[in-house]
């Protein structure tokens, strides 16, 4: 691997730069047929493609340096860096579950965690940056999109239901009793494109960890054991963490009565 500081380096990189600078035709042909259409997305679309330009730049460098690094604390910054980014991501889609950011960001944590501790222990992966890191940003993108939704549907049908809860806890039921069904349903919402995803994997698209593997010269059975193993930690990351969502939003939904807290459903 060249030193980046020399000249060898940023030759190869910016040689590297000229499929992806050519690839930006087919954005440009977007933002044509936004502007023929009137669509209004033009501005929109080069925004999103400079940005990922500059992001993605940015994290192949810090990448670049993490896995030359032998001290396990890298891998260990870099994952809670990830955890927080997804865990204020997801919370913004739930903005009006109370501490949505606090609770999205301890599921993602709890749920990948685990996951990712088990495969270790399995043997699975080693516990290396290259292979560590790509595996957690996979799973913490899957949990970020479970935990957020799960915690915006719960909240939708808590407050369209209130009445129904309500009922069920005066009757005697506990806050987890009176609110199962909500929570089940916003549970299978949450999971479904996680499941629809394993169900039609290779039949309909090859996943980007599959594709990226063949691209690069590995056989494709090989690429089908990778892709076995992705589809099924993030199965796992997600439902833990969809779950365990639920469970940390219980002392913002009920008061210490267990009645509904109003003011969290009352809000738009």
Same mark, same amino acid.
């Given at each position: ?29 977007? /933002? ?18 400079v940005r990922a ?26 994952? +809670? ?40 222990? =399995? @043997? ?17 993108? @899957? ?19 209130? @009445? ?6 005066? =009757? ?21 494109? /996680? +499941?629809? @995803? ?36 993030l199965i796992a ?32």
């Amino acid at each position: 691997m060249a030193d980046p500081s020399s000249s060898d380096f940023w030759i190869e990189y910016l040689k590297g730069m000229l499929k992806p600078a050519a690839a930006t035709a087919v954005v440009f042909m977007a /933002v044509l047929l936004s502007f023929l259409q009137r669509l209004g997305l033009e501005g929109e679309m080069i925004y999103a493609v400079v940005r990922a330009f500059l992001q993605l730049s940015v994290i192949g460098f810090v990448l670049e340096f993490i896995f030359t690094q032998k001290n396990a604390a890298w891998i260990i910054l870099a994952y +809670l860096f990830m955890v927080s980014v997804a865990g204020y991501t997801a919370g913004q889609r739930a903005k009006h579950v109370p501490r949505a950011k606090y609770i999205a960001g301890l599921s993602i944590l709890a749920g990948t965690s685990v996951t990712m501790l088990l495969l270790i222990l =399995l @043997n699975v992966f080693p516990f290396t940056p290259r292979y560590i890191i790509p595996i957690a940003g996979m799973m913490v993108g @899957n949990a970020m999109a479970v935990t957020g939704v799960t915690m915006k549907k719960l909240r939708e049908d808590l407050k369209i239901q209130k @009445n129904l809860v309500e009922t069920a806890l005066a =009757l005697g039921a506990t806050p987890r009793q009176a609110t199962s069904q909500q929570v089940k349903r916003s549970l299978v919402i949450a999971l479904s494109p /996680v +499941l629809d @995803n394993a169900k039609t994997v290779g039949l309909i698209s090859l996943p980007g960890a599959m594709t990226g593997m063949i691209m690069g010269g590995a056989s494709p059975l090989e690429a089908i054991q990778l892709q076995i193993v992705v589809m099924n930690m993030l199965i796992a990351a997600s439902t833990v963490s969809g779950i365990f969502s639920t469970y940390l939003c219980w002392p913002a939904f009920f008061t210490k009565a267990h009645q509904l807290e109003t003011q969290v459903f009352t809000a738009d």
